[in-house]
């Protein structure tokens, strides 16, 4: 690949991934929640109960930034965290009722958020972009840091 060509593929996903992130922003302020609460919440949802580590892997995030997030989210009444039965070093994090109530309206948010981002896309290019991007994010995910021409997948579903 040439530069022109990198450089225009690492500006628009650079944009892509500012401009998303300031729709979230907006999108979540009624709610008093960020991006990465959101996805926190959302990731208990779909899987139920798990430690801060679990989280920090689903959510690609280092564990501290877990911890800060479980931190802010306990005081707000969302989640629990308690100490793992086997290891009193870990911490179980779960949906509290209100954490669970608020849930409807995050994924309402999640939807506009969406919607927002592919705003006159029709189902046939909306599918592809979905797929494309599906695709982009698993060869992010596997490829690692660029080490010439071939790279090592980091991942082991490559």
Do not use: Y
Request: negative net charge.
């Amino acid at each position: 690949m040439d530069f022109t060509r990198a450089d225009a593929l690492n500006q628009a996903i650079r944009r892509i991934g500012q401009t998303h992130q300031s729709l979230a922003a907006v999108v979540l302020a009624d709610l008093g929640l960020h991006f990465g609460q959101a996805l926190f919440l959302l990731d208990l949802d779909a899987h139920g109960p798990r430690t801060q580590v679990q989280l920090a892997t689903a959510l690609a995030v280092e564990p501290p930034s877990i911890t800060a997030m479980a931190m802010k989210l306990q005081a707000a009444g969302l989640i629990t965290r308690t100490p793992a039965p086997r290891d009193a070093r870990a911490m179980i994090v779960d949906l509290t009722d209100g954490g669970r109530a608020l849930l409807p309206r995050v994924k309402d948010s999640w939807v506009r958020l969406a919607e927002a981002t592919v705003v006159g896309l029709d189902t046939p290019a909306l599918d592809r972009l979905t797929g494309d991007l599906t695709d982009l994010a698993h060869s992010l995910s596997c490829g690692g840091p660029p080490r010439g021409p071939a790279t090592a997948p980091l991942c082991g579903d490559c």
